[in-house]
């Protein structure tokens, strides 16, 4: 707790000014949901040695705080707390005939408490290292090639190919640890059709936060994957570690692991197809819709549309979104649920417990007063499976998602009121960003669930004298409130800060 207190006292005294002397915007400029924006492109260039000369690089150095405290601790639940610090260097070449390439390093060494905190049971905090790693190779850090693509862009529309960033609605950078989510595949993003934007992608691969090597989009690790990772033994508890070999994010399913697949003849390292269209052709109103596909398994297409008006200066635009999500072969390999621990012997509260043919409603108004935004949003999960989307993107984002929530479990009702003050779209605050939510989400308690209450208030502000740096404070708390998951109620606090350059 005195970490805590250190920590909010530092935001009181950074908070003191709330003007920058200067209006000139960084090289570099990290939006609030930590995406960059890069003011200081290359050149063109007009010969080969060009590509390079006119090329330039972008630094970045960066520590991130985790501190996470439940209500009440056992063997699977350790309040501890995890810090990493660390840095990136990203290369951007000059465009020659529509051609260029960039590349980056990305660095990240934790530091906690070994003896105290299992890394296995690290909530938050865990991406600023490599569960694996450190488990297998009692390695604390991570050294990766985070990027590296050739790029080729003619009228408005680009092709890149190669270890990338990719931002569509199933999957996202998500840069808010120490290192981005990548992809390897191919993208290709366009403009050139009138009030309509476009973007694809054949992804082969993926490489999670806290992964130091890719691994395969839709497949849970297990010792037939990895016959190398060791099984350990912490707290009298045995970990088996191929588990983290393989993709482990957090909303993974779990019932899709390399034995199940193979065994169901499919193939263990299927691609991921995605697509994202926008269009605003009959303004006021924005339509969007997105799909994925991994081939043999499942599939999701969102459609959703906005449509904004004023009454006087205040603008209002409501917003609803339909989720579809299609069943191949990976509910009867894996089942409904997440957990990857339902079937038709232990149907755990699923009504077809072999399927994952499900759909999420959704519906929001979005009120804007001067520099305030209003949003109150709700989401529905049809009680037939969970929603599997394991790639950063979330299907309940700029509706109910708040920060560490997952709440697209079948049978879930998510009702959110939030209010942000001083948003732009520069990715510099001049003035605090504040950004305050409540969230409830009703969950299933057939499923062994307990409703909860979701607390989150999240500060960021670039310094005054040196809009370069800039700091960031986010706390959220649940509380769940019925037994038996009341008592696991947990602060969960993140204090980050980025010097761009």
Same mark, same amino acid.
């Given at each position: 707790?005195?970490?805590?207190?250190?920590?909010?006292?530092?935001?009181?005294?950074?908070?003191?000014?709330?003007?920058?002397?200067?209006?000139?915007?960084?090289? &570099?400029?990290?939006?609030?949901?930590?995406?960059?924006?890069?003011?200081?492109?290359?050149?063109?260039?007009?010969?080969?040695?060009?590509?390079?000369?006119?090329?330039?690089?972008?630094?970045? &150095?960066?520590?991130?705080?985790?501190?996470?405290?439940?209500?009440?601790?056992?063997?699977?639940?350790?309040?501890?707390?995890?810090?990493?610090?660390? #840095?990136?260097? =990203?290369?951007?070449?000059?465009?020659?005939?529509?051609?260029?390439?960039?590349?980056?390093?990305? @660095?990240?060494?934790?530091?906690?408490?070994?003896?105290? +905190?299992?890394?296995?049971?690290?909530?938050?905090?865990?991406? =600023?290292?490599?569960?694996?790693?450190?488990?297998?190779?009692?390695?604390?850090?991570?050294?990766?090639?985070?990027?590296?693509?050739?790029?080729?862009?003619?009228?408005?529309?680009?092709?890149?190919?190669?270890?990338?960033?990719?931002?569509?609605?199933?999957?996202?950078?998500?840069?808010?640890?120490?290192?981005?989510?990548?992809?390897?595949?191919?993208?290709?993003?366009?403009?050139?059709?009138?009030?309509?934007?476009?973007?694809?992608?054949?992804?082969?691969?993926?490489?999670?936060?806290?992964?130091?090597?890719?691994?395969?989009?839709?497949?849970? #690790?297990?010792?037939?994957?990895?016959?190398?990772?060791?099984?350990?033994?912490?707290?009298?508890?045995?970990? +088996?570690?191929?588990?983290?070999?393989?993709?482990?994010?957090?909303?993974?399913?779990?019932?899709?692991?390399?034995?199940?697949?193979?065994?169901?003849?499919?193939?263990?390292?299927?691609?991921?197809? =995605?697509?994202?269209?926008?269009?605003?052709?009959?303004?006021?109103?924005?339509?969007?819709?997105?799909?994925?596909? =991994?081939?043999?398994?499942?599939?999701?297409?969102?459609?959703?549309?906005? @449509?904004?008006?004023? &009454?006087?200066?205040?603008?209002?635009?409501?917003? &609803?979104?339909?989720?579809?999500?299609?069943? +191949?072969?990976?509910?009867?390999? #894996?089942?409904?649920?997440?957990?990857?621990?339902?079937?038709?012997?232990?149907?755990?509260?699923?009504?077809?417990?072999?399927?994952?043919?499900?759909?999420?409603?959704?519906?929001?108004?979005?009120?804007?007063?001067?520099?305030?935004?209003?949003?109150?949003?709700?989401?529905?999960?049809?009680?037939?499976? +969970?929603?599997?989307?394991?790639?950063?993107?979330?299907?309940?984002?700029?509706?109910?998602?708040?920060?560490?929530?997952?709440?697209?479990?079948?049978?879930?009702?998510?009702?959110?009121?939030?209010?942000?003050?001083?948003?732009?779209?520069? #990715?510099?605050?001049?003035?605090?960003?504040?950004?305050?939510?409540?969230?409830?989400?009703?969950?299933?308690?057939?499923?062994?669930?307990?409703?909860?209450?979701?607390?989150?208030?999240?500060?960021?502000?670039?310094?005054?004298?040196?809009?370069?740096?800039?700091?960031?404070?986010?706390?959220? @708390?649940?509380?769940?409130?019925?037994?038996?998951?009341?008592?696991?109620?947990?602060?969960?606090?993140?204090?980050?800060?980025?010097?761009?350059?």
């Amino acid at each position: 707790m005195k970490k805590a207190s250190l920590i909010s006292l530092s935001v009181c005294l950074l908070g003191l000014v709330d003007s920058f002397a200067s209006d000139t915007l960084p090289r &570099v400029a990290i939006k609030t949901n930590g995406q960059l924006i890069y003011n200081d492109k290359p050149k063109e260039a007009s010969s080969f040695s060009e590509i390079f000369s006119n090329g330039k690089f972008y630094g970045r &150095v960066r520590t991130n705080n985790f501190y996470w405290n439940w209500r009440n601790e056992d063997m699977k639940h350790n309040s501890h707390f995890i810090g990493g610090v660390g #840095g990136s260097l =990203v290369y951007k070449s000059a465009a020659l005939s529509g051609f260029s390439f960039g590349a980056g390093l990305y @660095y990240s060494y934790a530091y906690f408490r070994e003896t105290k +905190d299992p890394y296995n049971l690290i909530k938050a905090g865990k991406d =600023v290292a490599s569960r694996y790693d450190f488990l297998n190779m009692d390695r604390k850090y991570l050294a990766v090639l985070g990027q590296a693509y050739l790029d080729y862009k003619i009228s408005k529309t680009n092709i890149s190919v190669g270890r990338q960033l990719v931002d569509t609605f199933y999957t996202k950078s998500n840069d808010t640890k120490m290192i981005p989510n990548t992809f390897d595949g191919v993208v290709l993003a366009s403009k050139d059709i009138p009030s309509t934007s476009m973007q694809f992608g054949y992804l082969l691969k993926q490489k999670l936060r806290d992964h130091a090597v890719n691994h395969p989009v839709l497949m849970y #690790g297990d010792s037939n994957y990895d016959s190398d990772a060791k099984v350990i033994e912490i707290n009298g508890v045995k970990v +088996d570690t191929s588990k983290f070999s393989g993709n482990d994010d957090a909303a993974m399913h779990r019932g899709l692991t390399y034995t199940a697949l193979k065994n169901a003849g499919e193939d263990t390292d299927a691609p991921l197809i =995605v697509g994202d269209i926008k269009n605003n052709s009959i303004k006021p109103l924005k339509a969007n819709m997105s799909f994925y596909v =991994v081939p043999g398994l499942i599939s999701q297409v969102m459609g959703e549309a906005y @449509y904004n008006f004023k &009454v006087g200066s205040v603008s209002i635009t409501p917003g &609803v979104r339909y989720i579809q999500q299609i069943d +191949d072969n990976a509910g009867k390999i #894996g089942g409904a649920s997440l957990s990857g621990k339902v079937n038709t012997s232990n149907p755990g509260g699923y009504k077809d417990p072999n399927s994952l043919d499900s759909y999420m409603i959704a519906a929001r108004i979005v009120t804007k007063i001067q520099n305030y935004k209003i949003n109150l949003a709700y989401t529905g999960v049809a009680d037939e499976a +969970d929603l599997v989307t394991p790639w950063r993107g979330f299907p309940t984002a700029g509706y109910t998602r708040s920060m560490g929530a997952y709440n697209w479990k079948a049978n879930t009702k998510s009702y959110r009121l939030e209010v942000v003050r001083n948003a732009n779209k520069t #990715g510099v605050y001049k003035n605090m960003f504040i950004q305050a939510s409540v969230l409830f989400n009703d969950y299933d308690e057939d499923k062994g669930l307990s409703d909860q209450m979701y607390y989150y208030i999240g500060f960021v502000q670039n310094l005054p004298s040196l809009p370069q740096l800039q700091w960031r404070l986010r706390l959220g @708390y649940g509380d769940f409130t019925e037994a038996p998951l009341d008592k696991y109620d947990f602060l969960d606090s993140r204090f980050e800060i980025n010097y761009v350059f």
